[in-house]
């Protein structure tokens, strides 16, 4: 059974950083799409960034310059590092690696941003 671990979130001051981690376990990561998506109160989970097994990235408008997501497949991790935080990135966070018809999600870390 493939599982996702995340860790790394908690609470930060506007402006203030924060990395996510999700370490895998169950699969070797190195053929996986990797993303991270997030939900707010009340709202529909978004994307947020995405990374193929080829380094390929797409990130949603609104993290575009401030977040970063990075592999390390020898770790069998990916990394979220959230810079320039702002209240309305506040949501919890959650980990999902894509391949074919498999799609596995992390159990969610909340990400709280206080001004």
């Known amino acids: 059974q493939v599982q996702l671990v995340e860790s790394g979130g908690g609470l930060v001051q506007a402006g203030g950083s924060l990395r996510l981690s999700c370490e895998a376990s169950g699969t070797m990561l190195s053929i996986w799409t990797l993303g991270w998506y997030r939900q707010a109160p009340g709202k529909t989970r978004e994307l947020v960034a995405t990374r193929t097994s080829g380094g390929s990235t797409n990130y949603a408008d609104s993290v575009k310059g401030r977040f970063t997501i990075s592999r390390d497949n020898a770790k069998n991790t990916v990394y979220l590092q959230m810079n320039s935080l702002k209240p309305e990135d506040t949501a919890v966070y959650y980990c999902?690696?894509?391949?074919?018809?498999?799609?596995?999600w992390g159990q969610g870390t909340q990400v709280t941003v206080s001004s």
């Open positions: 999902n690696a894509n391949a074919y018809r498999y799609n596995y």
